[in-house]
Every structure is written in C-alpha cells, then in structure tokens.
C-alpha cells in the first residue's frame, strides 16, 4: 500500500511590490507604480513587481 501526502496552501500569493496580503487590516490595493497599472512593461513582458496584475497591496493610513 502506498500512501501520498498533499500540500495545501491557502496563503495568497504575495508579489515583489506587495506590502502586505490581500485582507491585512491597513492596507489596499494601489496601482503598481513599475508598469503604471498595465501589468506590462514596455517590451511587452510581464511586469514581475505586481505579478502582470497592474495592482500592488499597500498599507494604507498613518500612525
């Protein structure tokens, strides 16, 4: 009898230009400041800062 063990990971992915995860109390989405929103950059390729999403999680407020 053989026997596997999946992993299962419900974390988000986080992105470079992420600050925080997605439902983190303080923080928003915010447009990528790299690609200026458009997920791509000037040749074309993903833009790896927001994952080729245009958005970037951010901490919002102040303290």
Do not use: F, H, Y
């Not at 470079?16 to 200026?36: F, L, M, R």
């Not at 458009?38 to 303290?63: F, H, N, T």
Request: proline share 6%; glycine share 22%.
């Amino acid at each position: 009898m053989t026997t596997s063990t999946e992993t299962v990971t419900t974390e988000p992915t986080l992105n470079p230009g992420d600050e925080a995860a997605p439902g983190t109390p303080g923080a928003a989405e915010d447009i990528c400041d790299v690609c200026s929103g458009k997920g791509k950059l000037g040749d074309g390729s993903a833009c790896a800062e927001c994952g080729g999403s245009g958005r970037v999680m951010r901490g919002i407020g102040g303290g």
